[in-house]
């Protein structure tokens, strides 16, 4: 652990602050995942590991490597504009899915199909 | 001291990232539907670049960043890929 004793305080102290609060938020996603009852809920769990804890992780990521090599690093920035840009489009893809299936499961007492406000298509 | 603080956070969220691992690895086990399964195998995407980000800072070495991006870019694929199945039943039409 050379690299670790070259970061000085006011870098290190940031740095770590960044590294416990994306671990707290990306386990906290991850138990929603696991715990919350209905797919419609459980969707919204992961949402925040994905951008929140990743973006706290980047975040500690390019500070941690400005500070190690004397010099601007940035290109975590790549993962993060790449991040923000696909996980509404997962989101949208799995969301879509999910209500295509169950409308054509029948299940009409979960989610978005509660109440017989969506339905299937009519195919031709 | 500062090593310590730095080594001691590094290890933490080495621990929440394998337990959010764990977490959806138990959902994709146990998940009731195939819409449960693809949403925890992408979660499970993006904690394995959140580990790769962690082991560069571990590390010091610019090298886990590549393979984070990778990783990102891979399981965007592959997660596009099967809610296009799950919704049609075929991926490309």
Known sequence: MIALDA?????????????IAGGSIIVVGALGLLRLPNFYQRIHGPAITVTLGTGFIL????LFFSVLRSRVIAHELIIAAFLLMTAP???????????????????HDTGAASGEVYRLPRKD | MMAALLQF???????????????????????????DRVLALDTLWMCAMQLALVLGIRYASDLYFEAAMLIALLGFVSTIAMAKFLMRGEVIE
Do not use: E, N, Q
Request: proline share 5%.
């Open chain 1, 7 to 19: 970061i000085p305080a006011w870098a290190a102290i940031p740095v770590a602050v960044l590294l």
């Open chain 1, 59 to 62: 975040l500690a990521s390019m």
């Open chain 1, 89 to 107: 489009v997962v989101a949208m893809m799995i969301m879509r899915a999910a209500v295509y299936r169950d409308l054509r499961a029948g299940k």
């Open chain 2, 9 to 35: 956070s590094i290890h933490y969220v080495f621990i929440c990232v394998l337990l959010a691992m764990l977490f959806c690895t138990l959902r994709l086990i146990a998940g009731p539907s195939a819409h």
